[in-house]
């Protein structure tokens, strides 16, 4: 059974960081780009960033780019989002979601910023 | 950016009725292999997004044969037919031919 299971949420302050992990099982990880898409309170879906398999790929919505960075380890069959530079407006539940089809997602994890 | 416009943004429907939700793109969905990128997603209440209809028209694993999609290259359609109680959500399209991928902003199906 595939299973993304994210972690690594929590309250932070504007500017600041946080790095959010997804384990991913039930699958060759290392053979599937994966994505992640965030959802603020009450909104609809965004895409935040993709990777491909081998990381070749990258590449990141423009909300983000040069404050978030995706990289994954193929070992731990672990997919992660390093953001930076927090702002109010990243606050959201975000998910990861397997490639090409987002077929499987996590649960989501809550990144909550604010002072 | 390709922009997905869904209607309506809520619908109301009888169970056992059928309904039917739009999708409008800003431009071409359809790759030079012939695949049309469009997607389909349910988020059920309080509950991830889940694939029903990927590449326009394919029905995803487990979903069942009550939901069809259809389109052109700019216009889409997700048919529901026999609407049951366990349809209730926010139904997304969505597109990934193209960084960014885009979403549209949902359609809200609820009972009668």
């Known amino acids: 059974e595939v299973q993304l299971v994210e972690s690594g949420g929590g309250l932070v302050q504007p500017g600041r960081s946080l790095k959010l992990s997804c384990l991913a099982s039930?699958?060759?990880?290392?053979?599937?780009?994966m994505n992640w898409i965030r959802q603020a309170p009450g909104k609809g879906l965004e895409w935040v960033a993709s990777?491909?398999?081998?990381?070749?790929?990258?590449y990141y919505a423009d909300t983000v780019k040069g404050r978030f960075t995706i990289s994954r380890d193929n070992a731990k069959n672990t997919l992660y989002l390093q953001m930076t530079s927090l702002r109010s407006e990243d606050t959201a539940l975000y998910y990861c979601?397997?490639?090409?089809?987002?077929?499987?997602w996590g649960q989501g994890v809550m990144v909550t910023v604010s002072s | 950016d390709i922009v997905m416009t869904q209607a309506p943004l809520s619908v109301s429907v009888t169970p056992g009725e059928s309904a039917s939700i739009s999708c409008r793109s800003s431009?071409?969905?359809?790759?030079?292999?012939?695949?049309?990128?469009v997607y389909w997603y349910l988020q059920k209440p309080g509950k991830s997004p889940q694939l029903l209809i990927y590449?326009?028209?394919n029905l995803a694993s487990g979903v069942p044969d009550r939901f069809s999609g259809s389109g052109s290259e700019t216009d889409f359609t997700l048919k529901i037919s026999r609407v049951e109680a366990e349809d209730v959500g926010i139904y997304y399209c969505?597109?990934?031919?193209?960084?960014?991928?885009?979403f549209g902003a949902g359609t809200k199906l609820e009972l009668k």
């Open positions: 979601a397997r490639h090409l089809d987002f077929d499987y």
């Open positions: 039930g699958f060759t990880f290392s053979n599937y780009g």
């Open positions: 990777i491909s398999s081998s990381s070749s790929y990258i």
């Open positions: 431009k071409s969905l359809l790759h030079s292999n012939g695949i049309t990128y």
């Open positions: 590449r326009m028209s």
């Open positions: 969505g597109q990934l031919l193209e960084n960014p991928y885009t």
